[in-house]
């Protein structure tokens, strides 16, 4: 299978990207760590938005990621921090299972709803879970990397570059295969879509599913990065965050939930640093321009350039 010129520009991005972060200082790397994690989440909302459906409840699976990493090395003496990850993506993906069953019978509004709701419990049984450290969560504990055991954060850092090249290389070919292209089709008219001899519940229910998983590496790489689960991973306005970020960016590529990532990452801590009591008001003012001026997002900027290139 051939290299595609995207993928080729994505893979020199992350080793760009990679290279400059052994010359940062710890805080950018760290930003840049849960920045990567949460564009994964991300493009777990845009993988539902481009079949014409908003999750706000993608907190539940991102939570699911982090309290796996949590519990897998508190509780089971997991250590390893691909074991752990993937204690996540499978634990994730169980529920989505189950889930998917009852959510993909809805749209709009009542499927953003739906999701929302099923976060909402998760985060009221975590407060209520004294074991788990109610409100406050816990500490993760010391992990390795096929045995290698990092003294800095350079060691996530990498961990999420790779794990996020990864997944964004199998997005941009699934996006290009029959069931991504099946998932536009559906959002654009999904009575025709069934006309046509496919099942919308069967390719709405595996994107749901393959979100869910993409969510849990997220959340997975955010408490290794942090070293610290609580409940408001699974908070509501966490998942808003994720929405926030992928209208920022856009649907029309993966390297764009990256992107947004990055900028809302820096723009909040910018905001916060020297507008503290301000911050949320700047945020909603960079979402409401980007919505007058940049509709489809900030992949938008990289299209038209390539449309007014002769």
């Not at 080793?15 to 564009?39: E, R």
């Not at 964004?168 to 070919?173: E, S, T």
């Not at 990065?225 to 590529?253: C, Q, R």
């Amino acid at each position: 299978m051939s290299l595609q010129k995207s993928e080729a520009l994505m893979i020199a991005a992350a080793v760009a990207i990679g290279l400059v972060g052994l010359m940062s200082p710890n805080w950018l790397v760290f930003t840049t760590t849960l920045a990567v994690a949460k564009a994964l989440v991300v493009l777990g909302v845009v993988m539902l938005m481009r079949s014409g459906l908003v999750s706000f409840g993608q907190g539940l699976f991102f939570c699911i990621g982090g309290y796996a990493v949590g519990m897998g090395g508190r509780f089971w003496g997991i250590q390893d921090a691909l074991l752990l990850i993937l204690l996540g993506v499978l634990a994730s993906t169980a529920l989505a299972m189950i889930l998917g069953l009852l959510l993909t019978r809805y749209r709009e509004i009542f499927f953003a709803m739906l999701t929302m709701a099923f976060s909402m419990i998760l985060f009221g049984v975590l407060v209520k879970s004294h074991n788990l450290g109610s409100t406050d969560g816990f500490s993760v504990v010391q992990w390795s990397l096929l045995g290698w055991v990092p003294e800095s954060g350079m060691g996530v850092f990498w961990l999420a570059l790779v794990l996020g090249l990864l997944v964004a290389l199998f997005l941009n070919r699934f996006f290009q295969s029959s069931i991504g292209l099946a998932c536009e089709a559906i959002r654009e008219n999904e009575v025709r879509v069934e006309y046509m001899g496919i099942s919308r519940r069967q390719v709405l229910y595996i994107n749901y599913v393959l979100a869910a998983a993409i969510g849990a590496i997220g959340g997975s790489l955010t408490a290794l990065a942090a070293g610290h689960v609580d409940p408001e991973m699974a908070y509501w306005t966490i998942s808003g965050e994720f929405v926030f970020i992928a209208l920022l960016g856009g649907t029309g590529h993966v390297a764009a939930a990256f992107i947004a990532a990055m900028l809302f990452a820096l723009v909040r801590t910018y905001a916060v640093e020297f507008m503290p009591h301000t911050w949320q008001m700047i945020l909603g003012i960079v979402l409401l321009l980007i919505i007058l001026f940049l509709p489809k997002g900030i992949w938008s900027l990289f299209t038209r350039h390539r449309r007014a290139a002769p």
